[in-house]
Each structure stands twice: as C-alpha cells, then as structure tokens.
C-alpha cells in the first residue's frame, strides 16, 4: 500500500521568512512519481512540481525548492523569502505503478502574516 | 481554452436524494478521476476511468457512481446510499493513465446535503 505522510498541519510564520513543508511517502514500486500541488482558498489544485523516482537532483524554480532524498523516502519542498500570496494549503502526492490515481497527504496549511 | 470544467460550483441536495455532478475537458485526455476532499484532510480517490466506457473503483466507491460514455466527459453521481456525502469534489484528467502522466484538476464542486 502507498502512503504520503505530511506531519505539519499547520506552519504560520511571518512574510520573508523562509519556510520547509515536510513530505515522508511509503511505497512498493520502484518507478513512481511525487508531486507537489497547491490549493488556493478558491478550491482549485494548482500543479507546482513532478519528480520521479529515479531523478534525485534537487529542483528550484524562483522562490521555490524541492529536496527529494530517496534514502529517507522524502521530498521536502521550501520557499525562501515567503510571501503573502503563498498562503494556501499544500500537498504532496505520490503516483505509483499502475492505472490507479494520486496518493495525497493530508496537506499542510500555511499562513504567511504581513 | 483548454480545461476541466466542472458544475456547479455549489450544490445543495436533500438528504435521500441522488445528485449528478458533472465533469467535462478538453484536453484531449484518455484518462479522467474523481476525488473527495473533506475538511482538514487530503483527496481521496473515489473512480478513475482509462478509457471510454471503462472505469474502475478507487478507494471509497460505495455510495457513488460513474459512466463515460464519451472521452470528454465523467460525470459522478452521488447515490442515497453514500452515507456521508456533503465534501468538496475534484475532477482530475492524465493523458494516458499511470506513472508518467501529469494530472490536472478542475476548480471543483462543493456538495452540501441538508
């Protein structure tokens, strides 16, 4: 069985400040992917990033970053600088081998406060 | 433009009756899924489909139902037997189904039971 564990619930923390969500997953397969989406308070789930399994290298896109470590089953995804706007709810996803669909965490809240 | 739309954006239904929520893209996409989200928790799988006039069960399937009759479009029909319907419905779509394929979501459909 595969399983996504987001041990935050909620991160509150001040604008500029830099802050990591942290994202453990469990799975069989040895070919999957891990997402990474964010949920806006309008509902909809915005794609951020997609790794597989078999790419370790660490990813930054601006403000945003992904550490994927396989030896510890996570990938773990820091914004620098936070801003305002980040505020949302995050989550991380794991897709397997197979036809099934995503594997979600239970997400962490963020708040960013002026 | 391209997307998944998904209506109505709220939906209110007596307790007892069944309720049709509908799915539409225009991706072009073979595969199409549906998940719950309920407060506090991530998404849950409920039916995913591959193809036309296949699909399959994901996790928590009781108490509801799917057709896709036609590429485009995987309407979810929430049945009296669903016994705790009222959350927040999200369409997704993958080119093809599996490890390789991006999912991309709809703005979603927040279905509250009186």
């Known amino acids: 069985a595969q399983k996504v564990t987001q041990a935050q619930t909620e991160i509150s923390v001040v604008e500029k400040e830099d802050v990591t969500l942290d994202c453990v997953y469990e799975t069989r397969d040895t070919t999957y992917y891990l997402f990474w989406y964010k949920q806006p308070p309008s509902g909809e789930l915005v794609f951020l990033i997609r790794r597989n399994s078999f790419d370790e290298q660490n990813e930054i896109s601006g403000r945003y970053s992904w550490n994927f470590q396989k030896s510890t089953s996570s990938f773990n995804f820091t914004i620098t600088a936070s801003q305002v706007v980040d505020s949302a709810v995050y989550f991380c996803?794991?897709?397997?081998?197979?036809?099934?669909?995503?594997?979600f965490g239970k997400g962490t809240h963020l708040i960013i406060q002026p | 433009d391209g997307g998944i739309t998904q209506s109505p954006k709220y939906l209110f239904r007596k307790e007892g009756q069944n309720v049709t929520l509908s799915c539409e893209q225009n991706?072009?996409?073979?595969?199409m899924y549906w998940y719950r989200q309920d407060p506090g928790q991530g998404l849950r799988l409920i039916y995913y489909s591959q193809i036309v006039n296949d699909f399959q069960k994901g996790d928590i399937a009781e108490g509801y139902s799917v057709s896709r009759e036609k590429k485009e479009s995987f309407p979810l029909t929430v049945t009296s037997a669903q016994k705790n319907p009222t959350a927040f419905y999200l369409c997704?779509?993958?080119?093809?189904?599996?490890?390789?394929?991006?999912?991309?979501f709809g703005p979603g459909t927040r279905l509250t039971v009186l």
């Open positions: 991706l072009n996409h073979d595969a």
């Open positions: 997704a779509s993958s080119i093809v189904a599996g490890v390789y394929a991006e999912q991309f």
């Open positions: 996803a794991l897709l397997g081998g197979g036809a099934d669909g995503l594997t």
